[in-house]
Each structure stands twice: as C-alpha cells, then as structure tokens.
T-cell receptor, first 114, second 112 residues
Framework: DADVTQTPRNRITKTGKRIMLECSQT?????MYWYRQDPGLGLRLIYY???????NKGEISDGYSVSRQAQAKFSLSLESAIPNQTALYFC?????????????FGPGTRLTVL | QKEVEQDPGPLSVPEGAIVSLNCTYS??????FMWYRQYSRKGPELLMY????GNKEDGRFTAQVDKSSKYISLFIRDSQPSDSATYLC????????????FGKGTKLSVKP
C-alpha cells in the first residue's frame, strides 16, 4: 500500500463550488504539506503543518484553508473554487527528527475548475 | 533573482548517454541538497540527497555540490529510456525548521 495517499485523484468542478482534497499517510511522520504544481511555475507551497496543533501558511495560501484532523490526515479546502486554481495538487510528509527534511509525496490530485 | 534556478529543458539524449542536470542557487545558508524524479502524472520521488559539499553516488546516479559556486549537479550514466522524467532539485538551510525550496524541474527524454 502507498505510504501517502490522496483522494480524489481527479476532480472537475465549477467556479464557486467548495472542494476538499484529502491526504492520509502511514509513514508516521509529523510534518505534512500541501503543494500545487503548474506548468512553468514548479511546486509552490500552500500550507504546512509540523504537528496537529501547528498550521502555517506557505507561499500561496490565499483562497485555500487546511485542517489537520490527526497526525496522519491533512486536508486542503478551496472554499469557493476559481479557474486559476486548476492545477496538480500534492500532499507530502516528512519526519520531524530529520534535519534534511526529506519530503515524501503522494500521487497527486488533478483539479480542474470550469 | 530566484533562490533556486533550474533550466526547464526539455533535454533529449540518446540511450547510453551521460546526462548532466544542474541547479544554481543564491542562498549561501543552504546545507541540504536533494534531487527528485517525477514521472508524468506521478508525484515526485526522492532520488538522493547530500549534505554540504561533495559527491554522492548511487548506482548510475551521482550528485555533486559545489558550495563555492552555489551550483549542484546530478549526473546519470548509461542513461535509459526509463530515466525519462522531470528532475527537480530542492534545497534547504541547516536548521531543523526550514522548508525545502524547489527548482522548477528539467524535463529529460532518453531516446532508444
């Protein structure tokens, strides 16, 4: 079984709809991250969490919110989706004890906002 | 100037060639340097990481860091069609709290 799973894998929605992307991990890592990836722009950090009580904004948090429901679960919400949020979204995890902060990525969610 | 610069390519080479992928950076505080491989429609996977300067070898892959030039490289020997992917560099400073800063990735195609 995959260590980091994301649901759904693909989603098409309409402008103004509320969307939730979910991430679960079995790696036992404390840190979790949400990124979006766009052609030509690379990976951009949206939010990150170092433990259940710790949530931090990343480079591009506007229009997004997150919830860390448990050590193993981190969800990303788009309260009112807009077309420029069409992108590939990745969840990642890393171990609190590692100084290198090597991150392990999920398979991604392809989101299209019409 | 971006903190991490990476040529997006695409780079196309024949099977068996030696491939050199590179990133430059501006933050002299970076201590950890990583390379990720991302196949089409997949999540990035960690290939290798190095701490500070020097080389690290893993099979056909060699990672090299030159901190004096703020330049890192990934060499792939005897490249295979299965190496066709986008390669992303990532780096962070030495503190435990820092996040990774990613390059935009170089798309590599190895032709049979």
């Amino acid at each position: 079984d995959a260590d980091v799973t994301q649901t759904p894998r693909n989603r098409i929605t309409k402008t103004g709809k509320r969307i939730m992307l979910e991430c679960s991990q079995t790696k036992g890592h404390d840190r979790m991250y949400w990124y979006r990836q766009d052609p030509g722009l690379g990976l951009r950090l949206i939010y990150y969490s170092f433990d259940v009580k710790d949530i931090n904004k990343g480079e591009i948090s506007d229009g997004y919110s997150v919830s860390r429901q448990a050590q193993a679960k981190f969800s990303l919400s788009l309260e009112s989706a807009i077309p420029n949020q069409t992108a590939l979204y990745f969840c990642a995890t890393s171990d609190l004890t590692g100084s290198a902060n090597e991150q392990f990525f999920g398979p991604g969610t392809r989101l299209t906002v019409l | 100037q971006k903190e991490v610069e990476q040529d997006p390519g695409p780079l196309s080479v024949p099977e068996g060639a030696i491939v050199s992928l590179n990133c430059t950076y501006s933050n002299s505080a970076f201590q950890y340097f990583m390379w990720y491989r991302q196949y089409s429609r997949k999540g990035p996977e960690l290939l290798m990481y190095t701490y500070s300067s020097g080389n690290k070898e893993d099979g056909r892959f060699t990672a090299q860091v030159d901190k004096s030039s703020k330049y890192i490289s990934l060499f792939i020997r005897d490249s295979q069609p299965s190496d066709s992917a986008t390669y992303l560099c990532a780096m962070k400073h030495g503190g435990s709290q820092g996040n990774l800063i990613f390059g935009k990735g170089t798309k590599l195609s190895v032709k049979p």
